[in-house]
């Protein structure tokens, strides 16, 4: 959807990157290996973004690193687009508001790094998870999105066993 708004696939997969999650940024190389186009297209894009005032810089050694500029006016606004181009708003809507004794849910994979995918990674955490309910919310939210969502369950013990060496965002956590 957002497709047809934004006509460049590489500003696509930039504001994909610096607006799913504002800790995440990144850096000329790194985001041409990432999407796998040309250097140019992508200085292009980041240099009418940062002179936009949407993304921020900062000069560390000789990398420039790039991040989304949470001051700007349509910071939230673009964020709330994105999420929901991704499909998280789906994934809190119909997984997490209706998987029991949930405690917390993550992206993890490409998405959790801010790379475009086909495929949402997520892992769900809490005890006594009904594994056969959320295959059944998994599959209506995948007709949502029309993204193939891979779906892992945990503990809290083995979340924080498993999780620790893998790029994860943290989407929703209950509250105490």
Not at 68 to 86: E, F, M, W, Y
Not at 104 to 122: Q, V
Not at 171 to 176: C, F, N, T, V, Y
Request: proline share 1%; aromatic share 8%.
């Amino acid at each position: 959807m957002f497709e047809v708004i934004v006509r460049s696939k590489t500003r696509l997969n930039l504001l994909i990157k610096f607006f799913l999650f504002d800790e995440i940024q990144g850096y000329m190389s790194g985001m041409q290996r990432e999407f796998n186009e040309s250097t140019n297209s992508i200085r292009t894009e980041l240099k009418r973004l940062a002179h936009a005032g949407l993304l921020s810089s900062k000069l560390t050694g000789r990398i420039r690193f790039y991040k989304a500029n949470p001051r700007h006016p349509l910071h939230d606004d673009l964020q709330s687009i994105v999420r929901k181009t991704v499909g998280i708003d789906k994934i809190e809507y119909v997984i997490i508001n209706h998987t029991a004794h949930l405690d917390a849910a993550y992206l993890t994979g490409s998405f959790a790094r801010g790379i475009n995918s086909n495929t949402i990674e997520l892992a769900l955490v809490g005890n006594d998870l009904d594994k056969v309910q959320i295959e059944r919310l998994v599959e209506r939210t995948e007709k949502m999105t029309n993204k193939k969502i891979v779906c892992f369950t945990f503990t809290g013990k083995e979340a924080k066993y498993l999780l620790k060496d893998k790029s994860t965002q943290l989407i929703w956590k209950k509250e105490d």
